[in-house]
């Protein structure tokens, strides 16, 4: 077969056109694409008075939506490991008899593992989400079960994808801790309480029809509204949506590794030496051990210098919290929450501000938080000499992680750091070539491990103000070099020619596609 | 010239087609109208790093934004009596050279009255608004100055026309008490707080371009986001954008006239009388003496018999936030604030809830307030025997009034009261044939005056209830023939053939035209 390629900025080769998805635009850089036209139009409505939202099942609101087979559905994954919803509706539309569905996820977790059976089933056929992660991931890995890519889309991406119309939702069922019986939601106030709504506002704001499910249906009208009856039809009571207990497993407890903490340590000191902690700086991490535990370094020369941020941006975690608490930060800009401390700061303090997916790092509106950040920590499964990370498939080539909003708050940060060992078991985190490029090299700063600190040599302003801090910096083919010394040359994996899936930039661009993995 | 015409499901007969207006969807019943396909959809845009809005002054924003012959503009009138940004915004397009500008505005006051001027000058040549009084109302009513109709809408009709396209907003001018240097803003903190944003809001997610307007730079982020920076273009720094001391006066004050007490109290014996002061119910009442004062009589009943209501609708006066913060309703839903009491109460009740115009009455989304209201209270400028209200024009044929959300709140209400005297200036109130319909009969309920009360026929079971309560009703016949008595049959204004206004149903359907006054 005569398949024509293209190779992108990031020098991956990449078909013009791949089966499942469609035509291919090559990633051109981190801010080359100026979208033109306008956004995707919400359908028009229409309501009357003693009109009724409240349906008796899931399966109820499905056939109310006229939910037929090759339609698009979404879920968002603020629940996480502990979300309910995904299963139940996908359950109900397997029972129905529908097939052929496209979901659009924010996100995927083990929990959605009776996915599996779903998409043998032909029931699912089209999968859309920023991570992937267990059995699903092994699955598609290596034995390509969807049978089409699925689309590994960012937080900002998806937001974006959404409202310019090159994702159509035609169903959004949405995980409701607190609902009226109009529809009004919020996600801060309930039993299953998960705090910030981000994902599911920009999919209520466009898709055809719109599910709350809640397990705390309260009296109209809710008094916080993250998404308003204007864009619900149907409203659901079940008994359960899920365990707020499984949603920060591990990623958001602050470590007690001395690895991590001593990468989190050096990695402070590149902040404080980079001259960006100043009074008014803007500051996100991703969860994770070093990124977290780098805030508990950055609150002490905070504190000893008298200085205080502006605001904490991202998935927020109870350490952004107790910053903000202890005046810190002036505020919290919440796409998605990490624990139940967390939740119950966006519920309660007015400085803690749920934002939209969209106005947390869609960089096709007219203003998005990742822009408006100083630093950004984040981590990685792979860097590779040109700074590229990958953060969604490890160096066996298997699927098990996700895009999450690292390359939209990358490319936004003035300063981006990444932390990470520089290796794990034994495999080296710095290679040549990272196995799929995630967050684009040009857009990434710094990478501090513990065995050294390397700076992208396009930023020759940090290596200065490093270097008069004292601080010695490595290039990052040295780091390599060390690295390899101690675990070998990592064999290249063994891939296929089948994309499994694509991976797009946060500007609908294809930064690179994972291939299936030979067995 | 022969021109066709159609009568209206009110019986009036109005051209199939209008000069400077268009064809003409003839009003069919309050929910005749069901929307076919998707609304309009907002421009792509585009943001990176280091983006400032910030510009030095209006006449920059404009040109930044690139305002030219022929465009449409947008305002809204929180700052009602006391707005400064309409006048400054015009008088730098008149500098700049532009013309023909149509502007659509939630409403204009007797401060906007520069507005002759530039549309004497050509400046002006197209006017949107829900309201018009003073000089500018008697220039068009008279001298028909703008040569071609004006449009008025109601606030759900204004949100639903620029949801669905039929208003393409090119540059929305939004007056900012406080906002941040990314055009994050609300209505509430500030030298000029004046409450909800609710009409602007719908401008923002709508219209190309946005230029928030503020005499308040707050530090970034603004905490409480009513209008967020995904939407905004540029952010100018003015001195003042208006008096908000001018925002409520008089409409909003407890009267002490004694017939407008006696309306009050009848027009609460008859919600009482109507059984739908329950727990739970919710209300609204519209600025003005009698309208307000019922909330005095309501609040002894609901004290006296332990009933709480669920909540408060419509524009928001401090009388309402009293019964809020009394206890005896649970929330506001607030889309326009009356007074600074009530701009405090927003800035700091989490119970008093702001929402859109569109949230509050537009009948083309997924729900509206305005549909969940169990009693609406309206006052009339006249009333016929159909029960169709006139607000907007006298029985002189000027314009002088509102449609406001009048016709949004009665189709929605269960219980349409409207409380009016039987004659002001000796000119009677209930006639054959009010000068203009605004809000049709078969939406009206009842009836109070101070010689008597009436029933929409329509209703026989409210006037069971009445008659069982002992409440005497009159036929509006009987009432008008009484009064009629006392002031005379009143003479008939001579209208000329030229259409000064369109008065569109909140469906965008026509209900009525208004006529040039003769001389």
Do not use: W
């Not at 499984?246 to 902040?271: F, H, W, Y």
């Amino acid at each position: 077969m005569d398949i024509k390629t293209i190779v992108n900025k990031v020098n991956k080769e990449i078909p013009e056109f791949i089966e499942g998805y469609g035509e291919v635009k090559p990633y051109a850089g981190p801010f080359a694409t100026i979208p033109e036209g306008r956004k995707y139009a919400p359908l028009k409505a229409f309501s009357k008075p003693g009109d009724t939202k409240l349906v008796d099942s899931i399966s109820e609101a499905i056939q109310k939506c006229g939910l037929k087979d090759g339609m698009t559905i979404s879920f968002h994954h603020h629940l996480r490991n502990g979300d309910y919803i995904l299963n139940m509706v996908m359950d109900e539309i397997a029972k129905l008899g529908i097939k052929d569905i496209n979901i659009v996820c924010s996100s995927l977790t083990k929990a959605h593992e009776p996915l599996i059976e779903h998409i043998k089933s032909g029931v699912v056929t089209g999968i859309g989400t920023s991570g992937l992660r267990g059995e699903i991931a092994k699955e598609i890995s290596k034995h390509n079960i969807l049978g089409k890519p699925v689309i590994f889309r960012t937080h900002g991406g998806r937001a974006r994808a959404i409202e310019a119309g090159e994702v159509k939702i035609d169903v959004a069922f949405i995980a409701a801790p607190a609902c009226d019986k109009m529809g009004n939601m919020n996600g801060s106030e309930g039993k299953s309480s998960f705090g910030a709504m981000g994902y599911p506002m920009v999919d209520a704001e466009y898709a055809d029809k719109v599910v709350a499910i809640t397990d705390n249906l309260m009296p109209f009208p809710l008094k916080k509204i993250s998404i308003p009856m204007t864009l619900v039809d149907y409203v659901v009571e079940v008994e359960s949506i899920g365990d707020p207990e499984l949603i920060g497993t591990g990623a958001t407890r602050m470590t007690k590794n001395p690895q991590e903490l001593l990468i989190a340590e050096k990695a402070s000191d590149v902040l404080i030496a980079s001259g960006y902690i100043q009074n008014g700086f803007s500051f996100q991490a991703g969860s994770g051990g070093s990124s977290l535990a780098v805030c508990k370094f950055l609150k002490e020369y905070m504190k000893k210098n008298n200085i205080k941020g502006s605001f904490g941006a991202g998935g927020i975690t109870s350490t952004m919290v107790n910053l903000l608490e202890e005046g810190y930060f002036e505020a919290l800009l919440d796409t998605q929450t990490f624990d139940s401390a967390a939740a119950e700061s966006l519920r309660r303090n007015p400085n803690h501000i749920e934002m939209s997916a969209s106005m947390y790092a869609n960089p096709h509106n007219k203003a998005c938080s990742a822009h408006q950040l100083d630093v950004m920590i984040l981590s990685a499964t792979e860097i590779d000499t040109d700074f590229n990370i990958n953060s969604l498939t490890g160096s066996t080539g298997m699927i098990m992680g996700a895009l999450g909003g690292a390359p939209d708050t990358a490319a936004g940060a003035k300063l981006t750091v990444v932390v990470a060992p520089t290796m794990r078991k034994r495999i080296p985190i710095v290679t040549d070539k990272v196995t799929n490029i995630v967050t684009p090299g040009e857009t990434v700063d710094v990478l501090v491990t513990e065995r050294g600190i390397c700076v992208n040599p396009r930023r020759t302003d940090l290596i200065e103000k490093f270097e008069a801090a004292g601080i010695k910096l490595k290039s990052i083919e040295q780091l390599k070099n060390e690295v390899e010394k101690l675990t070998g040359t990592p064999e290249r994996v063994e891939l296929t020619d089948n994309i499994v899936a694509v991976i797009e930039y946060r500007d609908g661009t294809v930064i690179d596609v994972v291939k299936q993995v030979k067995e």
